[in-house]
């Protein structure tokens, strides 16, 4: 009797714990889904717009067109990068170094093989202005 409303208790408190984790990836799916759908296309500046084609060279396979992320990366568009959080130059430490898995469960980032310093700045100046345009900054 009394492991049987143990068993209960169990079950019901797996279920609160499902139903936050749905919750959880709500939220994480409807940033994602903001930045897939609707993304704010500004008018680039032609640094910004020489980043664009860079960025679809480099960087677009796993962060996705207009910034918006794929199942093999995040987008850009969300707060975590932030110019407060992620300076330029952790864009740049990425593209170099790669970057180890700690936001989310993409896995690592590997060094973009090809991609030089100066090219890295124009792609920064082009996500810049997509987060600018999209209420990230
Ligand atoms: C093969 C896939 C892939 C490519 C190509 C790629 N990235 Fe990434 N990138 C990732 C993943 C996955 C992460 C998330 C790591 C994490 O969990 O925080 C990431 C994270 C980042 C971060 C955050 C790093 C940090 O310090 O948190 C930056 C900045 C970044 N990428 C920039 C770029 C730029 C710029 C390019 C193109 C030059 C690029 N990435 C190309 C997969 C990729």
Redesign the pocket.
């Known amino acids: 009797m009394k492991s049987g409303t143990g068993t209960i208790r169990r079950m019901w408190r797996r279920l609160a714990l499902l139903a936050l984790a749905a919750a959880l990836a709500s939220v994480v799916v409807a940033s994602g889904a903001a930045a897939e759908g609707e993304v704010v296309l500004p008018a680039l500046s032609a640094e910004a717009q020489l980043g664009e084609a860079a ?1 679809g060279v ?2 677009a ?3 996705g067109v207009n910034a918006a992320g794929t199942d ?3 987008t850009f568009l969300h707060r975590v ?1 932030h110019p407060g959080h ?1 300076a330029d130059q ?2 740049l ?3 170099l170094r790669g ?6 469960r ?5 060094p ?1 093989p090809g ?1 030089d310093p100066a090219t ?1 700045e124009l ?2 100046r082009y996500v810049r202005e997509l987060q600018k345009a999209n209420g990230v900054f």
């Open positions: 960025y480099y960087c396979e796993c962060h093999q990366g995040p990068y992620h952790s864009f430490i990425a593209a970057a180890r898995q700690h936001h989310w993409f896995g690592d980032m590997k973009v991609v890295v792609i920064v």
